[in-house]
């Protein structure tokens, strides 16, 4: 039998109906109501997905037009990121440049220009790619989500955010309002490196660190990592082995302590094995980067 | 359903569907052909357009998300006097072979311009979604450095 292939990326091959609340009162009230009804914000992911047929919503409830989901915000020890605030705003922000160095440096490597302008932080989150590119910056941060829905709403940390890869525990009805990033107190260094084929695709694997010293002392390290498990994640157990080391031997320790906390897979973009091998690698790295950092930061006056 | 926007410097109204991208609007609804289809996934900016001042993909927005936005297209951004001095340098660098994604360049160029990129380096960032089939890239970076000198 003749089969023809009808996907084709020009047109987007169902429909749907679609809402652009001016608040999210009225945002929550439609997803609600409507069986069946997803969020979009910059639809970088999810119009891709709508195209090849991966999804089949019955009703899109764009985010984009919440002006309280917009912002980005200095509160008391804490900077506040609206859900619908996109990537290119991260890197223009003056408070992210500030406060969240590490966050910076990964949302200017999320895909390209035009990419960043549409694709949103909540969006990167809530599609939970294992190679989201905000989420080891913001695990390494301890940042904490806010959910809300109809119900009411509650604040969890970022990692119990993601359940899975493209899972995350957002109930039928909630959005996520916004991520809150609790600034870090010490000097710190910081560093993200990302591995992916070309500069602007998804991560093969990635890795965030912030680095606090006293001395040539680990006083305090936090590494996460993107693309080498079911979530990104926090290399928990690694930081505190190596917490109170020198620095040096700190790094020679880093890459196997981290290797035995992830658990790559064989997939389109790359292999197990060189997931294993390059995150062990990109880990020394960072902390490398980090180090310098460090010591300039110190350096400034 | 309608939605009305500014294109090109006057307002449109135009009726569509809630799944026609911008990208499908532009072209078939209101004819402009500047904008071009690569992938429809993205990846290739050859549909690229200025959304409120800022470069985007038209294949991955939504034509109703568009109403009371101002949309800026390729065959305009050619008529300006910077659109004209882009195309000039890329014609004399040699940085146009079959021109498929050159529209999406331009555009690009010109956004970054406007918005006050003046070095090669933070040009080629820029124009990181922006492929061309025709890999005439070396040309393209040619024609962009000569811009600058004379933005500058
Ligand atoms: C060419 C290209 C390159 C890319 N490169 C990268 C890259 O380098 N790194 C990277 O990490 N990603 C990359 N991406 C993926 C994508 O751009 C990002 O994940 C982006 O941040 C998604 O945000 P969005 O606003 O476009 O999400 P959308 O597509 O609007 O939504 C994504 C998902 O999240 C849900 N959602 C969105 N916002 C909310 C909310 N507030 N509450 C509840 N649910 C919500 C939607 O229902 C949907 O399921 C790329 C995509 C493309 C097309
Ligand atoms: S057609 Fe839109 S990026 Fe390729
Ligand atoms: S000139 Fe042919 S695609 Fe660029």
Known sequence: ?301 | MRVSFRLNGSVVEVDVEPHETLLNVLRDRLKIKSVKYGCGIGECGACTVILDGRPVTSCLVLAAKVGGSEVLTPDYVARTELGRRIVDAMLEEGAIQCGYCTPGFLTTIYAAIIRGVRDADSMRRALLGNLCRCTGYVNIMKAVKRLLEDVR
């Not at chain 1, 500030?98 to 302008?117: D, F």
């Not at chain 1, 959910?147 to 509650?154: A, C, F, P």
């Not at chain 1, 031997?249 to 290797?259: F, I, N, S």
């Open chain 1, 1 to 301: 039998m003749l089969s023809i292939n009808l996907v084709n990326t020009y047109r987007i091959p169902q429909t749907f109906e679609y809402y652009r609340p001016e608040s999210l009162r009225e945002a929550l009230v439609l997803l609600s109501t409507i069986e069946g009804a997803k969020v979009v914000a910059g639809g970088t992911d999810l119009l891709v997905d709508l195209k090849f047929r991966r999804v089949t919503p019955r009703a899109l409830i764009d985010i984009t037009g919440i002006g309280e989901l917009r912002s980005i915000g200095v509160g008391d020890g804490y900077v506040e990121i609206g859900s619908a605030v996109t990537i290119q705003e991260l890197v223009e922000s003056e408070v992210v440049g500030r406060h969240l160095p590490l966050l910076a440096e990964a949302a200017e490597l999320l895909g390209s220009w035009q990419i960043r302008n549409l694709a949103t932080v909540g969006g990167n989150l809530c599609n939970a790619s294992p190679a989201a590119d905000t989420a080891p910056p913001l695990l390494a941060y301890d940042a904490e989500v806010e959910l809300v829905s109809l119900g009411g709403s509650r604040r969890i940390p970022l990692e119990r955010f993601f359940a899975g890869p493209k899972k995350t525990v957002l109930e039928r009805g909630e959005v996520l309002r916004s991520i809150r990033v609790p600034l870090y107190r010490r000097r710190a260094g910081w560093s993200f490196i990302k591995i992916a084929r070309t500069s602007f695709d998804l991560a093969k694997v990635s890795a965030a660190v912030l680095l606090s010293l006293e001395g040539d002392t680990v006083a305090d390290v936090r590494i996460a990592l993107g693309s080498v498990a079911p979530t990104p994640v926090r290399a928990r157990a690694a930081e505190e082995s190596l917490t109170g080391t020198g620095f040096e031997e700190a790094v020679a320790l880093a890459p196997e302590l981290v290797a035995r906390e992830i658990a790559p897979i064989d997939d389109v973009r790359s292999t197990a094995w060189y997931r294993l091998e390059v995150a062990k690698t990109i880990v020394k790295d960072a902390m490398r980067r980090a180090y310098e950092r460090f010591l300039r930061v110190g350096a400034a006056p």
